[in-house]
């Protein structure tokens, strides 16, 4: 009997499958780390591509730094040393360098939190500021050709030299993730937010597109506005190592990448599935919730009407959004969510219960995680438990059709899936 093990938090879940079944395991195409990543980062800062030197800055007084918060697996450890030393080398230091926790609409991590994404030398000799989208000081840079509000982080947009640190990845609707979205959107007013997202409903708002995307196209517009003048940006593989690595104009850095991350990332598919077990990627993908629905978006594109879709998500910190549990609260059914979201404007919270009301109205969506149960079915969702996932899949198999199609997705945030019907169909 086949066994798969599934990231889940920052451990792995286990479970079988009848040999009579046929599965398909979807994940991304194997990459290897950079043999010598040290090398390779030093090679990156020393020729930034599409970008002028950094020393090219000499009459600098003030260097913004934008880095992600915990819901990002960014290998910040490895980076921000490279990134301080060249800095530090050109003759900057802790009166010139701040810097930025990219929260977009998270909560801002309290400062006990600061050594989960800064290294501990960095984090004793130089400022950190948490982003608070709604009570930091914002400097208004007037608005995109889409009417999106361009409010950023003063101290930010106001500084000489502004690099954005991040991975480059699938995102469930911006396209993809990394370049100037650290801080066109991590460092943003909930008003710019806001705006931005409330184009997720377009049908060019998901994964893959980047030309096309008007959120994705928003958020370079505002990058453009800000003046970021450099990327440092991360490709990761299944294991989160760095695969590649790319430093200099963030539009540059972002479309150099695009091919690469397509190339891993992209999965082909013939035909949907009556069955789909998804975990997110494991910690911090799954961290709550509202990061772990990425993963729920990419697997029931691919599954059946009426199909199953099992999240596997440890969710140690809940839901992960008050806006997205008030709005739930008092309605009966997903269907009540997607009604009172149409009728109400857009707020970001309220659309994490859209996207998930949107594809459980339509598949069978059961969530194990470490989240109560009760937790689970205040959000109106069908809960089960790691002790209880073998039974819960014999459950479901017992009522898949003759010849089902079943399908694993260990990385379901990251994996790009495109539909791409048999040739001669």
């Known amino acids: 009997m086949p066994r798969f093990d599934l990231p889940y938090g920052k451990t792995v879940i286990g479970f079988n499958i009848p040999d009579s079944l046929s599965v398909d395991l979807l994940e991304p195409t194997p990459c290897s780390a950079i043999t010598n990543i040290d090398q390779a980062i030093k090679q990156a800062l020393d020729h930034p591509i599409g970008a002028k030197q950094l020393n090219a800055h000499q009459k600098a007084k003030t260097i913004a730094i934008a880095i992600n918060d915990k819901t990002r697996p960014v290998p910040h450890d490895i980076l921000l040393p490279h990134l301080i030393a060249k800095l530090e080398a050109l003759g900057y230091s802790e009166e010139n360098i701040k810097f930025f926790i990219a929260s977009g609409t998270h909560r801002p991590m309290p ?10 030398r960095l984090l004793k000799k130089y400022p950190v500021v948490a982003h608070d989208c709604d009570n930091s000081t914002f400097l208004n840079l007037g608005e995109t050709t889409r009417h999106t509000p361009i409010e950023i982080n003063a101290d930010f947009a106001k500084a000489d030299v502004k690099i954005v640190v991040g991975n480059i990845e699938p995102h469930h609707f911006m396209g993809y993730s990394g370049g100037v979205k650290s801080a066109a959107i991590g460092l943003a007013s909930r008003q710019t937010i806001n705006k931005n997202h409330a184009m997720l409903t377009d049908p060019n708002a998901h994964s893959g597109l980047f030309d096309t995307n008007p959120m994705r196209q928003d958020i370079e517009e505002i990058g453009h506005k800000i003046n970021i003048q450099y990327a440092f940006n991360t490709v990761l593989n299944q294991q989160k190592e760095i695969v590649n690595v790319l430093f200099g104009d963030p539009f540059t850095v972002i479309n150099e990448a695009i091919p690469f991350v397509n190339k891993i990332y992209e999965v082909q598919v013939e035909r949907p599935y009556d069955m789909l077990i998804v975990s997110p990627g494991g910690h911090p993908k799954d961290i709550n919730l509202y990061q772990s629905q990425k993963a729920i978006t990419h697997a029931a594109s691919i599954t059946k009407d009426a199909g199953w879709v099992i999240l596997l998500a440890a969710c140690p910190e809940g839901p992960g959004s008050t806006g997205y549990e008030a709005f739930i609260k008092g309605k009966a059914s997903q269907q009540e ?8 404007p857009f707020t970001v919270g309220p659309h994490k ?36 996932l073998n039974q819960l899949l014999d459950f479901i198999i017992d009522q898949l059709p003759d010849n089902a199609r079943i399908a694993v997705m260990p990385m379901g945030t990251s994996t790009m899936l495109r539909m791409v019907p048999p040739q001669g169909e």
Do not use: G
Not at 111 to 120: F, H, N
Not at 360 to 370: D, G, M
């Open 353 to 388: 219960a859209y996207q998930i009301a949107r594809d459980a109205v339509r598949v069978r969506l059961v969530i194990v995680s470490e989240m109560p149960p009760q937790q689970v079915k205040a959000l109106l969702l069908t809960p089960s438990t790691v002790p209880l």
């Open 337 to 344: 969510i997607l009604d009172a979201f149409s009728e109400t």
């Open 111 to 120: 400062p006990e939190e600061y050594a989960l994404v800064l290294p501990e």
